[in-house]
């Protein structure tokens, strides 16, 4: 397949003109986003919708969050990653394979329904975690656009996928938010190096490879600002797969936290790296084990009651 977006290949970066669609579907009085929303999706590359879910989901969320976070014997100890300096925990990926009120919350309607309205396709789970942010020892996480990543060293063709980050806390200015740049969606940096062997096994603590050059990141702070959406539990924030981002570290008592799905279109599934020997594990991008998300509605809370 033709490489649409290379990068790591030179020794200097480049700006690419993105060659795809925002939204692969036009809005319509059926939408499950408003016109508002639509078209802010498209202009910015994120959206934040607030208290999407309810107080009793939430808490089951939280419920289930702080149970996994004691690292039951059940979880795949492959799937798990700690801070680089201080060993607190800092991810547990392929979550809703390894819970199943996780794998719920995946295929919740209110979520898989935007999925399928921006991507215009059906979808699959490209990549699930639960992300801890802990209070004094959460770390950064730097700047970079998934796209990048997901291409390079996953072989994701083209920039056909969103990211939902539902709060499991609440977010505020101040305890390492996740900041982004508005319409960097639009622009496709390339990065400079080339990708180290197993180089995920580095990069899921901290990341060198992979992220922009920081004359690219002031030329683009200059050009779209940033922004850093805060609040309450049971809010989401959805933001294209091309949208530079990044987070502060936490170094308040208030520790910050979200279950994170990543969806693919299915007819954007996995090809070969078009940046390394080999594809990264299952865990991390699926490519063998995918399925179309068949979309559930209801209370989460009510299911596990009924569990």
């Known amino acids: 397949m033709t490489d649409l977006y290379p990068s790591r290949v030179a020794d200097q970066p480049q700006w690419l003109a993105r060659k795809d669609p925002v939204i692969h579907s036009d809005w319509h009085s059926e939408s499950p986003l408003s016109q508002a929303q639509h078209d802010a999706f498209e202009r910015d ?3 934040v919708l607030e208290n999407v879910f309810e107080a009793d989901e939430i808490a089951t969320l939280q419920a289930e969050m ?10 795949d100890p492959q799937t798990i990653v700690a801070e680089p300096s201080s060993g607190a925990l800092r991810s547990i990926f392929a979550v809703h ?3 199943a009120l996780l794998g719920r919350l995946a295929a ?19 990549q699930t975690r639960l992300n801890y942010k802990p209070g004094f020892d959460g770390k950064e996480f730097y700047w970079h656009s998934d796209f990048e990543t997901w291409h390079t060293e996953d072989g994701m063709p083209r920039m056909r996928a969103i990211s939902m980050s539902v709060q499991l806390v609440d977010n505020f200015e101040f305890n390492g938010p996740l900041m982004l740049m508005p319409g960097s969606h639009k622009t496709f940096v390339t990065c400079v190096g080339e990708t180290p062997e197993d180089h995920y096994k580095e990069s899921l603590r901290k990341q060198e490879y992979g992220v922009p ?15 850093a959406p805060t609040g309450p539990a049971g809010s989401v924030v959805i933001f ?5 981002h990044g987070s502060n570290g936490n170094i ?15 007819a954007n599934r996995l090809e070969k790296p078009f940046g390394a020997e080999r594809p990264r594990p299952e865990f991390i991008g699926a490519r063998e084990h995918t399925q179309r998300l068949v979309p559930v509605s209801g209370s989460l809370a009510q299911q596990v009651r009924a569990a």
């Open 252 to 266: 308040t008592p208030y520790p910050r936290a979200n279950a994170f799905m990543v969806y693919n279109a299915w």
């Open 213 to 227: 050059d920081r004359d690219s990141l002031a030329k683009l702070a200059e050009q779209h600002g940033i922004v």
């Open 97 to 99: 394979q390894q819970s």
């Open 66 to 75: 702080n149970r996994l976070r004691g690292i039951p014997a059940t979880l």
């Open 240 to 244: 294209d797969c091309n949208t530079m």
């Open 45 to 47: 590359g994120f959206l």
């Open 108 to 126: 919740d309607e209110r979520l898989v329904a935007i999925a399928n309205h921006i991507l215009g396709d059906e979808v699959y789970l490209h």
